[in-house]
C-alpha cells in the first residue's frame, strides 16, 4: 500500500501569496497524483489529476508538478476562495485508494 | 450536469448495520469508464476510501473494512448501495458517493480519481 505524505499539515498565508503544499508517495507512482479541494461543510472538489492537468473549470492560479515519490501543488496568487484543506490521492491502482492527511490553508 | 444523493438514516446503534443509497442523476450509472464508490471522513479528520464498484458488479474494497463493507449496484434505479456492519462510535463519519473515475493517461496507463461528489451525509453511530 502506497503511503501518502503531506506537508505542512497547516499554513497561514494572504491573499496574493503564492502557496506551495507538497506530497510525498512512499513509493514511486509516476505521476499518477491527484490533487483536491474541501472547503468547511462542503464535499472536496477535484483539482488536478495526472499530477499536473487542471481540471476543466479550475482557476489557472493552481498549478502542479511532480512525479516519482515527489509532488507539489501551487497557488501563484491566493484568492480569498481558496482558503480551505487541500488532499492528495494517489491514484495508479485500487485497492486500496490512499490519501494524505491533509494540509489545511488559512489565512495570515 | 451529473449529480449523487446519498441517503439513509443519521443515526445507527453500535453493533448494527449501516446502509446508504446513492441515487445518481443526469448521467447513467451503465456508463463505460466509470466506477461508483464510496468515501468517508470522521469529524475533524482527514478522508477513507471505503469501496468502489462497477456497474457489471464488479467490487473493490479497503482492506481494512472489507470484512464489514458490502457494496450492491442496482442499475434499473440509476443507484449503488453500501452496507457496514457491526458499527462502533469509531464508524461515525460524513459518508459521500462518489464517481470514481477511469482516465487513461498519456503514459500509457489508467489513474483512477474521484470527479464527482455528493454532498455527504452524516451517519452518528451511537445507542
Known amino acids: 500500500e502506497t503511503q501518502m505524505t503531506q506537508s505542512p499539515s497547516s499554513v497561514s498565508a494572504s491573499v496574493g501569496d503564492r502557496v506551495t503544499i507538497t506530497c510525498r508517495a512512499s513509493?514511486?507512482?509516476?505521476?499518477?497524483l491527484v490533487w483536491y479541494q474541501q472547503k468547511p461543510g462542503k464535499a472536496p472538489k477535484l483539482l488536478i489529476y495526472?499530477?499536473?492537468t487542471l481540471q476543466s473549470g479550475v482557476p489557472s492560479r493552481f498549478s502542479g508538478s511532480g512525479s516519482g515519490t515527489d509532488f507539489t501543488l501551487t497557488i501563484s496568487s491566493l484568492q480569498p476562495e481558496d482558503f480551505a484543506t487541500y488532499y492528495c490521492?494517489?491514484?495508479?491502482?485500487?485497492?486500496?485508494?490512499?490519501f494524505g492527511q491533509g494540509t489545511r490553508l488559512e489565512i495570515k | 450536469q451529473l449529480q449523487l444523493q446519498e441517503s439513509g438514516p443519521g443515526l445507527v446503534k453500535p453493533s448494527e448495520t449501516l446502509s446508504l443509497t446513492c441515487t445518481v442523476s443526469g448521467g447513467s450509472i451503465s456508463s463505460s469508464g466509470y466506477y461508483w464508490g464510496w468515501i468517508r471522513q470522521p469529524p475533524g479528520k482527514g478522508l477513507e476510501w471505503i469501496a468502489t464498484?462497477?456497474?457489471?458488479?464488479?467490487?473493490y474494497y479497503n482492506p481494512s473494512l472489507k470484512s464489514r463493507v458490502t457494496m450492491s449496484v442496482d442499475t434499473s434505479k440509476n443507484q449503488f448501495s453500501l452496507k457496514l456492519r457491526s458499527v462502533t462510535a469509531a464508524d461515525t463519519a460524513v459518508f459521500y458517493c462518489v464517481r470514481h473515475r477511469e482516465y487513461y493517461d498519456t503514459s500509457g496507463y489508467y489513474i483512477y480519481f474521484f470527479d464527482y461528489w455528493g454532498q455527504g451525509t452524516l451517519v452518528t453511530v451511537s445507542s
Open positions: 513509493q514511486d507512482i509516476s505521476n499518477w
Open positions: 495526472a499530477a499536473s
Open positions: 464498484i462497477y456497474y457489471s458488479g464488479s467490487t
Open positions: 490521492q494517489q491514484a495508479n491502482s485500487f485497492p486500496p485508494v490512499t
